[in-house]
């Protein structure tokens, strides 16, 4: 895919896969163009070229609300929750199929609509259990900490029910014990309903001990991957990282290692 | 006092009752979804204008005119939809209090459709001063023949009016209660707080906000076709911005973020707004009649600033809930 904004290139014809039930890091120095790759996955951008597959179906030209139905969700590097409604209230709401979401159904088949709403309830209470904030579950979200944001905001991209994850920056401003919880969940959670997880993080101790393939980006290209030793022993990725510029030749090389 | 006065005060309880449906309009733009419409009026004049052109001009009978008036005050809905989907805060602000100035403009200017600056009186040309409220007169007069009330109640047709005003802004605001407590509230009070989020796990923001723009604009439009029957005939001066301007006071009078408060803050604001008139005691008798009429718009303006300083929730809003920052 390709994006690029006046006359900045984000990303330039960067391709990568991502295996099912894989958890894949996405690192690359500031600037590489990680964020912007989220946003095209998940709809929130367009490429101006090329095309974005996700389980057989092309989502390039889908809109985010599209994408995120699809079972492909994100989070925000600042974690974005409503705060203004309860934790519990930003955990229910993300919920799928309620029929109370349509305009006067509650009015007119208040049953089936309460119905669902105490099994999205007792979905969210299993999964504010899961990420421990169980105890707030009745606080508004703009009371809780950064950390607990994430986690809240992590929570409610599960309770979409999810095929595919992205999360962008996990642990980036949280507390380390509460980062090392959300790592040990998104192992729980593959282990229990095989989800996939694309994950930018930069605490590399972290994405290394959990992630079964790392793809690295540097200036927009895919300029390595391969699994978390391969890509610590490329000689570009230390290059990338260390601030010299990786000469023309050896990252179009790199490009067609995907491709 | 109170009795010398009732015919007086069954008029300012329907308008009361008309602006409780106006603000509920707005509650459900503005105080839930987020969307500051401050063309509201428009929605009243297009539905009133729209009902009268439809009665006067083509010899509509109400009822229909009435679903005419509501469907075209539901469509500009939509058209604001354009703005709303692209701006958000003062720049929308800006834009819808735009669109509802067009509207009156329109209204004054396209004098054969709307009678220009005379308004429903001069619709029908020179000759025809038939009004629009002929039909709505004549099922007043039946239901208190009916009920054979004999004007004991001061006004029978006020009376009359406001029960039914005030029946139908309690089965709105209570149709709305219900439905804001529901996901389908929780969903457009997720939008006010962050559209971006509600897109990331899988609601179609837009189809929401367009359904708030247009559901606003049809309880506007009920407030307008009620006061024209109530006022009898209308001029484009009935529908000045300040009508929107009022709209807010009242939510914010009330607690901008609990619907039952709306009465409060209507019934509240329309004592205050009428109510100024029996300040003839010294030393306020001193300033002539005239002047004192404009006393009204003072108090409205000076009470708008107190209360967003001293007690930024209302009379009755939800303080915690407000103190957050966004």
């Known amino acids: ?259 | 006092m109170i009795a010398a006065y009732l015919p007086f005060w069954l008029f300012v309880g329907v308008l009361a009752g008309i602006y409780i449906i106006m603000s509920l309009g707005l509650y459900l733009q503005f105080a839930l979804t987020g969307l500051p419409n401050f063309g509201h009026s428009a929605f009243m004049s297009i539905a009133a204008y729209s009902m009268a052109i439809a009665v006067i001009r083509f010899g509509v009978s109400l009822p229909v005119a009435s679903v005419i008036g509501l469907m075209m005050a539901a469509a500009f809905g939509l058209l604001l939809g354009i703005p709303v989907l692209r701006l958000s805060g003062d720049y929308l602000a800006i834009v819808t209090i735009a669109a509802s100035e067009i509207i009156r403009y329109l209204a004054i200017n396209m004098q054969d459709l709307t009678g220009g600056s005379i308004g429903s009186l001069g619709m029908g040309g020179a000759d025809d001063l038939s009004a629009y409220s002929m039909e709505w007169d004549q099922l007043l007069v039946q239901i208190s023949t009916t009920l054979s009330l004999e004007g004991k109640f001061g006004s029978d047709r006020d009376l009359i009016m406001l029960l039914i005003v005030w029946a139908l802004a309690l089965l709105c605001l209570c149709a709305f209660w219900f439905m804001t407590r529901s996901p389908w509230g929780r969903l457009l009070r997720a939008i006010r707080e962050d559209e971006v989020a509600v897109f990331a796990v899988g609601k179609n923001v837009v189809g929401y906000k367009l359904q708030v723009l247009v559901i606003g604009a049809i309880l506007g439009g009920l407030g307008g076709l009620l006061l024209a029957f109530q006022i009898g005939v209308f001029s484009p001066d009935d529908f000045l911005p300040t009508l929107t301007f009022n709209c807010y006071l009242i939510l914010i009078l009330g607690g901008t973020n609990r619907i039952w408060t709306i009465p409060f803050g209507s019934i509240l604001f329309s004592l205050i707004y009428s109510g100024t008139r029996f300040l003839n005691f010294y030393p306020i008798s001193l300033i002539d009649s005239g002047d004192r009429a404009y006393l009204r718009l003072f108090i409205v303006g000076f009470l708008l600033i107190a209360i967003n300083a001293l007690r930024p929730q209302g009379l009755m809003g939800n303080r915690r809930e407000l103190m957050i920052d966004s």
């Open chain 1, 1 to 259: 895919m390709h994006r690029s904004f006046g006359g900045a290139i984000a990303v330039n014809n960067a391709s990568f896969r991502v295996e099912r039930g894989s958890i894949t890091g996405l690192i690359g120095p500031n600037g590489a163009g990680k964020t912007t790759v989220f946003n095209l996955i998940s709809g929130f951008l367009r490429p101006e070229s090329g095309s974005i597959e996700f389980d057989g179906h092309q989502i390039g030209k889908l809109s985010p609300n599209a994408v995120a139905s699809m079972g492909l969700v994100r989070t925000f590097q600042i974690p974005k929750v409503f705060t203004r409604l309860t934790v519990l209230e930003n955990m229910m709401l993300a919920a799928k199929h309620q029929p109370g979401e349509v305009f006067g159904a509650a009015l007119f088949r208040p049953r089936r609509v309460s119905r669902r709403e105490g099994e999205i309830r007792e979905q969210a209470n299993r999964l504010l259990d899961l990420i421990k904030l169980n105890h707030i579950a009745q606080d508004y979200a703009g009371e809780l900490s950064g950390g607990q944001r994430k986690l809240l905001e992590y929570g409610r991209a599960l309770m979409t029910e999810p095929r595919m994850v992205l999360l962008d920056e996990p642990m980036a401003g949280v507390a380390p014990p509460l980062g090392l919880q959300l790592l040990e969940r998104i192992l729980e959670l593959r282990a229990a309903a095989s989800t996939t997880f694309l994950v930018v993080e930069h605490n590399m101790d972290a994405l290394m001990a959990i992630a079964d393939r790392v793809v690295v980006m540097d200036e927009g290209r895919v300029i390595s991957h391969g699994t978390p030793l391969e890509v610590q022993q490329d000689p570009l990725v230390m290059r990338a990282y260390l601030g010299m510029r990786t000469p023309p030749s050896l990252s179009q090389s790199a490009g067609v290692v995907e491709k």
